[in-house]
């Protein structure tokens, strides 16, 4: 079977079915069924008050809602993100400032915090985002906000289940948790977000009256498991020509529709999908933990960062970054073997890449830009076995031989 890095790989026909019919969940007490409080458990795991979403970029936008802060106030985020958490933080009436990651990280550090801060004092709130599940310097970054009075967010779109180096879980450090269960996350509900208030000030008993997301947005997302599962599954006999046709009709649930910014409600069918999710996540971070150690154990140095390896303990492991010079001509070389790895996490500052025109950019972030063009996210997701990693690094390596 090929390998893909997304198009559904974080489920299998299990799945497709619990998504389309949930009520078999309920029928066999399946663990993660309908009838677990989804917003109960996040509420005693990160020790705040949770407020369901549709999206994580709605967490986001709610988060600076209700700080309240002046119109235009400064948000700092991750030079090296995606647009969506951009985009959240301007439909909150806010403006994104972009910290640039050092040449051999992907998350923002101390010193370009602190150089940040001072060529703009007026920044009220911190987001952290723990890159591909990698962890953040959390410890010296909460410090500054604390001294400075920042608030801090801790976005864990990417690593639900990472912990920081001081051994802390993400998500038990900042006044806000965004987490996102959209497709590919580390828990992936197809989608889904949520909210947790930590810092007690803000915490109100927020009723969430929000309207759900039309029907026709939920029997999109539905039945994306099962069309995902089919088209990988026949990809090289009709499947890739299917996978063309459900994108044109605009079939296939895709995750950056610019009408995904207002707020909704999370329906129960999304939440039994995440409580599965968490129920089973223990064992997925192992897997992708022994994934990662495959790649890192086997790949080419050349094309390793000490800075993700030494954090592969700690880390979610969401995907596994190299870093190529001849990115393309290593994505068209692994599909000749049925592996499609060409989604890459991120293709620009601000990514994907054709959103970059939409943001007020002035070559803030120059390391991330560099490393937009060198990295390639190899997967680590349930459906790729230990076996299949080495043997994709082996090809890796054989193409670096070959291309250095
Ligand atoms: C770091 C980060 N935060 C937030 C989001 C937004 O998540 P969602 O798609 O659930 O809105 C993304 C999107 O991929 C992301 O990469």
Redesign the pocket.
């Known amino acids: 079977m090929s390998v893909f890095n997304s198009l559904g790989s974080n489920y299998d026909f299990g799945f497709a079915i619990r998504a389309l019919f949930p009520e078999v969940a309920k029928l066999f007490h399946l663990p993660g069924g309908l009838g677990l409080d989804l917003k109960k458990y996040l509420e005693e795991k990160y020790d705040g008050e949770a407020i369901l979403l549709f999206?994580?970029?709605?967490a986001?936008t709610l988060a600076l809602k209700l700080l309240d802060l002046p119109k235009n106030s400064q948000v700092a985020i991750n030079g090296f993100?995606?647009y969506?958490?951009y985009k959240?933080i301007e439909k909150a009436g806010c403006k994104p400032v972009l910290i640039d990651i050092p040449r051999d990280d992907l998350n923002l550090t101390r010193s370009d915090l602190v150089s940040t801060l001072t060529k703009n004092p007026d920044i009220k709130v911190v987001i952290v985002?723990n890159?591909l599940g990698y962890p953040c310097d959390i410890d010296e970054i909460s410090e500054i906000c604390k001294e400075k009075n920042i608030f801090l967010i801790e976005?864990l779109?990417?690593s639900v289940g990472a912990k920081y180096k001081n051994g802390t879980e993400a998500g038990r450090v900042g006044d806000f948790v965004?987490l996102?269960?959209?497709q590919d996350?580390i828990i992936d509900g197809i989608?889904?977000?949520a909210l947790i208030i930590r810092n007690k000030i803000y915490q109100k008993n927020i009723e969430n009256s929000f309207k759900n997301p039309s029907v026709a947005l939920q029997l999109k997302d539905r039945f994306y498991p099962l069309l995902t599962f089919k088209i990988r599954i026949f990809y090289n006999v009709g499947g890739k020509l299917f996978h063309f046709v459900l994108k044109k009709t605009k079939l296939l649930s895709t995750?950056m529709q610019g009408t995904?910014y207002k707020f909704s409600n999370l329906p129960e069918w999304y939440c039994n999908l995440i409580n599965y999710q968490f129920n089973n996540s223990d064992k997925e971070l192992r897997h992708r933990r022994k994934v990662a150690e495959i790649y890192s154990r086997n790949l080419s140095k050349k094309i390793l960062s000490d800075s993700i390896v030494k954090n592969i303990d700690l880390s979610a492991n969401l995907r596994f970054p190299i870093f190529v010079e001849n990115r393309q001509n290593l994505i068209n070389y692994l599909k000749k073997d049925n592996i499609y790895i060409s989604d890459i996490?991120y293709d620009a500052p601000i990514a994907p890449r054709r959103f970059m025109s939409e943001i007020n950019y002035k070559n803030d972030c120059p390391n991330a830009e560099k490393i937009s063009e060198k990295i390639l996210n190899l997967p680590t997701h349930k459906n790729i076995s230990e076996k299949q990693a080495l043997q994709l690094s082996n090809l890796i390596n054989s193409f670096v031989i070959h291309n250095s």
């Open positions: 999206k994580g970029r709605e986001i993100t995606c969506a958490v959240a985002q890159t976005d779109a990417h965004v996102s269960f959209s996350k989608s889904g977000g995750p995904l996490w």
